[in-house]
């Protein structure tokens, strides 16, 4: 049996090892891979060049059993075999249907960290002259720079032709992470992190379909959509003539869009970075791959062009400072950490060069075409994904990876048709402030989907998702919403109080407030709460704070009852109360929407608000 040593593994595997332990059964770590391979296949050949590929890459020989709740490495000798069990599936009509949901069975089988092989193959014979070979790799050992890296080396050693040999392998960067701790290098890249995300905020608040669950358990979707061709075009020619990359163009826009859903100028996107910085690495196959907290600042409605340089300065400088992994960079800023979300970054933008699925290359005299579109593990340990995936000139796919406990996919299907409206617009006109391409996102297709949230920023216990037309002046006030919850205020427009990004107008509550008998007039205004300033009738018993806000949560969801009431004769106000919880809404000595009375004006069904910029079937 060939030897075994120990190394330690590097700070991205024993942060990845932690996440599996969470999950031990669940295949969210699996990178599945899959050739069609056309003409006279050498099964023998195959095999030596699965082993001989294992024997270059020490990653693809290593285990991870644990010692004392934490994680060592052992890697095995060399020669490594790499088993490959064969299925027939001669006589299957619709083989590709068949192999199709073969390999998503075969590949969703959980790895066992410890013991088993990290690297698994299995070839599917559908005629002598058609095979389809499947791999499966855990994460901790692969990433995404690696897979093309197996892509042509599995195919030159099947051909039995010679590779360059390689100056370091991955324990060497494992080595060289270990030696970065405590090193002038990294406590270099920790200041500038610690300056940049000072002050950063700790969550960028989507509006989801659901309220966040307490414990992340990175259970995926994935949407697949192709980006126009003449958007394609014209994202290569705008980047040229600005001087800047694609990637940098794309990145831009998708700022500026987080901001309109998130409603927040203020922003920290995670951006990929391959992890190979030294150039012995380049070739290496490994899990090298990080995250890097890119912080963007939105404010004061800048033009596209004002964004799109603050972009490149933000990544340029995030690049420059890449040397920490993400945990290790969690860690060491001693940031509160949260089980329903990831730190600091909840979404994630990238745009990778990759082959594109049905592409095909020489192995000798075999075709080997890449196979497997539809075989798919969705998992993700962000709240969004947002993969472009540059296949070709003019083929690039947007590819949206999404936690399925808040979401949707026809509401992520939205952000994504709003992305590509937007991109357009900001490279059609980059001097515009970007509040004026927003305008694209009202009505029709542009509808941005919103949840009503509480104040932790999950959605309402019993809160009905809405549909909001945010640009322009609403013209018409359509729905209901659900009483119950509570929710934070952010200021006031005009007549409006706005609510989580849903505008509401004043007199609602007002007039509300004008069906007490002891009420003459009603002003209400929103700061950080919302306070009621109150003309008494008189000679009219007036009824306590309490009393008041319980008669309105007869007739108002409860996150519209105002947290401080004025009486304009008083001489100063009451002490504030800044919202009002779920439990405070459903206080069983409180009448209220779970306990309807004879007074209750219908509040009690769930009920949604629906702002309008111009009535549907307008916008184009």
Same mark, same amino acid.
């Given at each position: 049996?060939?030897?075994?040593?120990?190394?330690?593994?590097?700070?991205?595997?024993?942060?990845?090892?932690?996440?599996?332990?969470?999950?031990?059964?669940?295949?969210?770590?699996?990178?599945?891979?899959?050739?069609?391979?056309?003409?006279?296949?050498?099964?023998?050949?195959?095999?030596?060049?699965?082993?001989?590929?294992?024997?270059? $890459?020490?990653?693809?020989?290593?285990?991870?059993?644990?010692?004392?709740?934490?994680?060592?490495?052992?890697?095995?000798?060399?020669?490594?075999?790499?088993?490959?069990?064969?299925?027939?599936?001669?006589?299957?009509?619709?083989?590709?249907?068949?192999? =199709?949901?073969?390999?998503?069975?075969?590949?969703?089988?959980?790895?066992?960290?410890?013991?088993?092989?990290?690297?698994?193959?299995?070839?599917?014979?559908?005629?002598?002259?058609?095979?389809?070979?499947?791999?499966?790799?855990?994460h901790i050992v692969i990433d995404g720079w690696s897979v093309p890296i197996i892509d042509e080396e599995l195919g030159r050693l099947y051909e039995g032709r010679p590779l360059?040999?390689?100056?370091?392998?991955?324990?060497?960067?494992?080595?060289?992470?270990?030696?970065?701790?405590?090193?002038?290098?990294?406590?270099?890249?920790?200041?500038?992190?610690?300056?940049?995300?000072?002050?950063?905020?700790?969550?960028?608040?989507?509006?989801?379909?659901?309220?966040?669950?307490?414990?992340?358990?990175?259970?995926?979707?994935?949407?697949?959509?192709?980006?126009?061709?003449?958007?394609?075009?014209?994202?290569?020619?705008?980047?040229?003539? $600005?001087?800047?990359?694609?990637?940098?163009?794309?990145?831009?826009?998708?700022?500026?869009?987080?901001?309109?859903?998130?409603?927040? =100028?203020?922003?920290?996107?995670?951006?990929?970075? +391959?992890?190979?910085?030294?150039?012995?690495?380049?070739?290496?196959?490994?899990?090298?791959?990080?995250?890097?907290?890119?912080?963007?600042?939105?404010?004061?409605?800048?033009?596209?062009?004002?964004?799109?340089?603050?972009?490149?300065?933000?990544?340029?400088?995030?690049?420059?400072?890449?040397?920490?992994?993400?945990?290790?960079?969690?860690?060491?800023?001693?940031?509160?950490?949260?089980?329903?979300?990831?730190?600091?970054?909840?979404?994630?933008?990238?745009?990778?060069?990759?082959?594109?699925?049905?592409?095909?290359?020489?192995?000798?005299?075999?075709?080997?075409?890449?196979?497997?579109?539809?075989?798919?593990?969705?998992?993700?340990?962000?709240?969004?994904?947002? $993969?472009?995936?540059?296949?070709?000139?003019?083929?690039?796919?947007?590819?949206?990876?999404?936690? +399925?406990?808040?979401?949707?996919?026809?509401?992520?299907?939205?952000? +994504?048709?709003?992305?590509?409206?937007?991109?357009?617009?900001?490279?059609?006109?980059?001097?515009?402030?970007?509040?004026?391409?927003?305008?694209?996102?009202?009505?029709?297709?542009?509808?941005?989907?919103?949840?009503?949230?509480?104040?932790?920023?999950?959605?309402?216990?019993?809160?009905?998702?809405?549909?909001?037309?945010?640009?322009?002046?609403?013209?018409?006030?359509?729905?209901?919403?659900? +009483?119950?919850?509570?929710?934070?205020?952010?200021?006031?427009?005009?007549?409006?109080?706005?609510?989580?990004?849903?505008?509401?107008?004043?007199?609602?509550?007002?007039?509300?407030?004008?069906?007490?008998?002891?009420?003459?007039?009603?002003?209400?205004?929103?700061?950080?709460?919302? =306070?009621?300033?109150?003309?008494?009738?008189?000679?009219?018993?007036?009824?306590?704070?309490?009393?008041?806000?319980?008669?309105?949560?007869?007739?108002?969801?409860?996150?519209?009852?105002?947290?401080?009431?004025?009486?304009?004769?008083?001489?100063?106000?009451?002490?504030?109360?800044?919202?009002?919880?779920?439990?405070?809404?459903?206080?069983?000595?409180?009448?209220?929407?779970?306990?309807?009375?004879?007074?209750?004006?219908?509040?009690?069904?769930?009920?949604?608000?629906?702002?309008?910029?111009?009535?549907?079937?307008?916008?184009?």
């Amino acid at each position: 049996m060939p030897e075994e040593h120990e190394p330690m593994p590097s700070p991205a595997q024993q942060r990845l090892w932690f996440l599996q332990q969470l999950a031990p059964d669940s295949p969210q770590y699996n990178v599945f891979r899959g050739y069609e391979l056309r003409g006279r296949l050498d099964v023998a050949a195959l095999r030596r060049a699965l082993g001989a590929l294992a024997d270059r $890459h020490v990653a693809l020989r290593m285990r991870f059993p644990a010692d004392g709740g934490v994680a060592r490495a052992v890697v095995s000798g060399r020669p490594f075999d790499v088993e490959l069990p064969t299925t027939d599936l001669a006589g299957e009509l619709g083989w590709e249907a068949a192999a =199709t949901e073969f390999a998503r069975l075969w590949s969703s089988q959980p790895f066992d960290l410890a013991r088993d092989d990290l690297i698994r193959a299995h070839l599917l014979r559908v005629t002598p002259e058609l095979h389809v070979l499947l791999l499966c790799v855990h994460h901790i050992v692969i990433d995404g720079w690696s897979v093309p890296i197996i892509d042509e080396e599995l195919g030159r050693l099947y051909e039995g032709r010679p590779l360059v040999e390689q100056s370091a392998d991955y324990l060497d960067y494992a080595r060289w992470q270990g030696e970065l701790a405590g090193s002038p290098s990294a406590e270099r890249v920790l200041a500038y992190w610690r300056r940049r995300l000072a002050g950063a905020p700790e969550l960028v608040t989507l509006p989801a379909d659901r309220q966040r669950p307490r414990i992340q358990d990175f259970r995926g979707g994935q949407l697949v959509k192709a980006m126009p061709v003449e958007l394609i075009a014209t994202l290569r020619s705008f980047a040229t003539a $600005h001087r800047v990359t694609p990637y940098t163009v794309a990145y831009a826009a998708f700022a500026v869009l987080l901001a309109r859903y998130a409603r927040a =100028t203020d922003l920290v996107i995670g951006v990929v970075v +391959a992890g190979r910085s030294r150039p012995e690495f380049a070739g290496t196959v490994g899990f090298f791959v990080g995250t890097l907290p890119v912080r963007m600042d939105l404010s004061g409605d800048p033009s596209f062009a004002a964004v799109l340089a603050a972009a490149r300065e933000e990544l340029f400088d995030a690049y420059d400072n890449d040397l920490l992994p993400f945990d290790v960079l969690v860690d060491r800023l001693a940031l509160r950490r949260d089980p329903s979300y990831t730190p600091l970054v909840q979404v994630i933008f990238q745009m990778l060069v990759t082959r594109a699925y049905g592409s095909e290359t020489r192995w000798g005299d075999l075709g080997a075409r890449l196979w497997g579109r539809d075989v798919t593990q969705p998992a993700t340990r962000f709240d969004l994904e947002v $993969h472009l995936l540059d296949q070709a000139d003019d083929d690039m796919v947007m590819e949206v990876c999404f936690n +399925a406990d808040l979401f949707d996919e026809e509401t992520v299907a939205g952000l +994504a048709g709003d992305y590509v409206r937007l991109l357009r617009a900001l490279c059609g006109d980059p001097d515009q402030p970007v509040s004026e391409a927003y305008t694209l996102l009202g009505g029709g297709e542009g509808q941005v989907r919103v949840s009503i949230r509480d104040e932790q920023g999950g959605s309402v216990p019993y809160g009905v998702p809405g549909e909001v037309w945010l640009d322009g002046t609403p013209t018409r006030l359509l729905g209901r919403m659900r +009483a119950g919850g509570a929710l934070e205020v952010l200021g006031r427009t005009d007549a409006e109080l706005v609510v989580r990004g849903c505008r509401v107008p004043a007199e609602l509550i007002e007039k509300a407030l004008l069906d007490e008998p002891s009420i003459a007039a009603a002003e209400v205004s929103a700061g950080d709460e919302i =306070t009621a300033r109150l003309t008494a009738v008189p000679g009219e018993s007036r009824p306590t704070r309490g009393e008041l806000r319980a008669r309105l949560r007869r007739r108002l969801p409860g996150f519209l009852v105002p947290g401080s009431f004025v009486w304009n004769d008083e001489p100063s106000p009451e002490a504030p109360t800044l919202v009002l919880t779920a439990s405070d809404v459903s206080d069983p000595n409180v009448p209220g929407p779970t306990q309807p009375d004879s007074n209750a004006s219908g509040l009690d069904e769930p009920m949604v608000f629906f702002v309008v910029t111009e009535p549907p079937g307008d916008a184009s």
